[in-house]
């Protein structure tokens, strides 16, 4: 049996009674494209959030790559390989594109404690952060300020900084979100382009897309797992179309 | 870019030549505005890049001065090992209070730091047979150092002016560095910093304690000059003016805390001339800063100038 890519088992967390993820078990294999649907506050973020080290969970286990990270803090688990976006755009603003992606590529290397060298001069940095630009067509705007941008292009920085990493596990939240039409061509593009060596955690409403770009789904609701299983399997599965799709 | 060059080359000129053209009260009043630069500068590195506002940052400044006058006049050892003592010493403090106020963020930040200074400001007055208490440490001399006697006022000024340099530049330098830029990505965006792999809580202790090293430098450089240490010195005041400095002048950038503290040191040796509640006077100046210029007089002018050229 191969090393899952994410293995979570049992997971609990409750916000002052609240139930957000209820009893949780997932297991997502390398390289696979895993769709994580359901309402608004079925524990999907929460779930990211989790994942990523950002919140502890209550009770329950998650590992990595076959290692225990239940409890490890989140740039720990960013060095194991693991890199995420969020819905709520989480970019640097004050800064140029291209030092928002600097940002992102030295954060998995030692010289990010480089003291002296001026980071402008480090060349191979630089051209590496304008390849992760071009990769979701912001390769001419490497210069501009975030705050120059417009909303779409910003979505696609978002997720840009995480795939610059080249992790092994991405959770993407909701990179759909607010894009127009062509946008969302644009981005559905970027993720479909994403290397099988990197296994993909998905957060998205817009099922045209999303459920093209999925191997398999899981149906979240008051934090518990309803239906999970191969894409075609829960799309006929009745209790997704009450849940969810049948509105 | 040309015209800037071309400023820093004029005051650099202006700074050296200073103390051949001026009366000591002059010199003296620019060796102290220098000093409170590079007090401000090392706040900065806290205040402006890192993004935690500290109210205790005169604890290192007053430890670095404490130990080095302490180990010279009652140990009597030599300036030089008294200096490494001293910045070794407050290094360490940096450290051990950085782990301390860390745990907390924002307004709690700034409280812990005050009270961790508050705490040293009470053993300095407390602990007499230590620090001699209320009547401070007398009888420093100022150190030769490579056989140069710093005991003019001229001599002493120029020796200040090299260290600032110095310490301006490693601070610029700093900043531009791939550690600099990590660090104000950890004040702009801390969660997605976690999340991409940077230790932001080791990002910001590391700040702390550089911060604390420059602050050491600048008591270091107070107690030569003043020749005298007193445990006022360590008091909420130094840090709110370090602070004042820092924002008056525009915090987060490299000229602001030079402009800012060259403007709380000028402002209260003259003003305390003509008026004895000069204090009131610098409060109502900086309510006018705040008020026209918020984000300090730096950045200000900065826009000013650029709505002038467009």
Redesign the interface.
């Known amino acids: 049996m191969t090393v899952p890519a994410l293995l979570i088992e049992n997971l609990h967390k409750s916000f002052r009674g609240l139930i957000a993820t209820n009893d949780v078990t997932m297991r997502i294999e390398p390289g696979e494209r895993r769709l994580l649907i359901g309402p608004n506050g079925a524990g999907k973020t929460t779930l990211f959030n989790q994942i990523?080290?950002?919140l502890l969970p209550g009770a329950g286990r998650i590992e990595l790559f076959g290692t225990d990270v239940t409890t490890l803090?989140?740039?720990r688990r960013?060095?194991m390989g693991l890199?995420?976006t969020?819905q709520i755009l989480?970019?640097?603003?004050?800064?140029t594109l291209l030092?928002n992606v600097?940002?992102?590529l030295?954060?998995?290397r030692p010289?990010?404690?480089?003291?002296?060298?001026?980071?402008?001069r480090?060349r191979a940095l630089v051209q590496e952060a304008a390849v992760a630009l071009t990769r979701v067509g912001l390769g001419g705007l490497a210069d501009r300020p975030v705050a120059a941008l417009s909303y779409g292009e910003k979505r696609r920085l978002e997720i840009a900084?995480a795939l610059a990493?080249n992790p092994r596990l991405l959770l993407l939240d909701e990179p759909l979100a607010g894009l127009s039409t062509e946008e969302r061509e644009t981005v559905r593009k970027v993720i479909a382009d994403i290397p099988r060596t990197t296994t993909v955690v998905l957060i998205e409403h817009d099922m045209d897309i999303a459920l093209d770009l999925a191997d398999t789904v899981t149906l979240l609701q008051f934090g518990t797992v309803i239906v999970d299983g191969t894409r075609d399997s829960v799309i006929a599965d009745p209790r997704t179309r009450e849940v969810y799709l049948g509105h | 870019m040309k015209t800037r060059g071309l400023y820093i080359a004029i005051s650099l000129v202006s700074l050296i030549v200073l103390p051949f053209v001026a009366g000591d009260f002059y010199i003296n009043l620019a060796t102290q505005v220098l000093i409170a630069v590079v007090f401000s500068a090392s706040l900065n590195i806290l205040v402006g890049y890192a993004g935690l506002s500290s109210l205790g940052h005169a604890a290192f400044l007053g430890f670095a001065a404490y130990i080095c006058a302490g180990t010279t006049v009652t140990l009597g050892l030599p300036p030089l090992v008294a200096a490494v003592l001293a910045l070794a010493g407050t290094t360490l403090l940096a450290a051990i209070f950085g782990a301390i106020a860390l745990r907390a963020s924002g307004l709690g930040f700034l409280m812990i730091t005050l009270a961790l200074a508050q705490v040293v400001w009470g053993l300095a007055y407390r602990w007499v047979g230590l620090t001699n208490g209320d009547n401070g440490l007398t009888g420093l001399t100022r150190p030769h150092p490579f056989g140069v006697s710093l005991d003019s006022p001229a001599a002493f000024y120029l020796a200040t002016l090299l260290t600032t340099g110095i310490a301006l530049t490693v601070i610029a330098?700093?900043v531009?560095?791939?550690?600099?830029?990590?660090l104000?990505?950890t004040r702009?965006?801390p969660?997605?910093?976690?999340?991409?792999?940077?230790?932001?809580w080791l990002v910001r202790w590391t700040a702390f304690i550089i911060a604390g090293f420059w602050a050491g430098v600048a008591g270091l450089l107070y107690v030569y000059y003043q020749r005298y240490i007193h445990p006022s010195v360590l008091s909420m005041a130094t840090s709110a003016e370090g602070l004042l400095g820092v924002i008056a002048g525009g915090s987060g950038t490299l000229a602001g805390p030079v402009v800012g503290a060259a403007l709380v040191v000028i402002l209260k040796n003259y003003a305390s001339i003509y008026i004895e509640r000069w204090n009131m006077l610098l409060g109502a100046v900086f309510v006018l800063i705040v008020l026209v210029m918020p984000d300090g007089i730096v950045p200000g002018v900065r826009r000013l100038l650029a709505r002038r050229d467009r």
Not at chain 2, 192 to 200: F, I
């Open positions: 990523s080290g950002d803090p989140p740039h960013a060095h890199a995420r969020y989480t970019l640097f603003p004050r800064e030092r600097e940002l992102a030295l954060g998995l010289g990010r404690w480089n003291m002296v060298r001026p980071l402008a480090d900084l990493q | 330098i700093l531009g560095s791939a550690y600099g830029v990590s104000q990505g702009d965006q969660r997605r910093m976690a999340a991409l792999g940077h230790n932001v």
